[in-house]
């Protein structure tokens, strides 16, 4: 069982940067695909980045630029470092993983917020 924990959201002004922490336990990182997600109030969930276990990063085309996508195998944990943060960006942050072999996301955190002040 792989059990995900975020933490780095909070309350930040317009134009400022957070980075996001996923910390993974239960299981080796080394062995999972992994991904960050968001959902905003009212909208479905959205991926934002993902992460292959071979350290490969992917970002939909509207975030490439302002986030980046980072693992540290030692530490057993995923980041995302968020830049130039805008009132939109404002939304429940989730991290998700899963096996190698697996299609789907299984594994997911709690979520953490970010609120991003005009």
């Known amino acids: 069982q792989v059990q995900l924990v975020e933490s780095g959201g909070g309350l930040v002004q317009s134009g400022g940067s957070l980075r996001l922490s996923c910390a993974a336990s239960?299981?080796?990182?080394?062995?999972?695909?992994m991904a960050w997600f968001r959902q905003a109030p009212g909208k479905e969930r959205q991926l934002l980045a993902r992460?292959?276990?071979?350290?490969?990063?992917t970002y939909v085309d509207s975030e490439k630029g302002r986030f980046t996508v980072s693992r540290d195998n030692a530490k057993n944990t995923m980041y995302l470092q968020m830049n130039s943060l805008q009132t939109e960006d404002t939304a429940v942050y989730y991290c998700?993983?899963?096996?190698?072999?697996?299609?789907?996301?299984?594994?997911w955190g709690q979520g953490t917020q970010v609120t991003v002040s005009s």
């Open positions: 992460i292959t276990w071979d350290n490969v990063p």
């Open positions: 239960g299981r080796a990182i080394s062995d999972l695909d």
């Open positions: 998700s993983a899963k096996l190698r072999s697996d299609y789907q996301y299984f594994y």
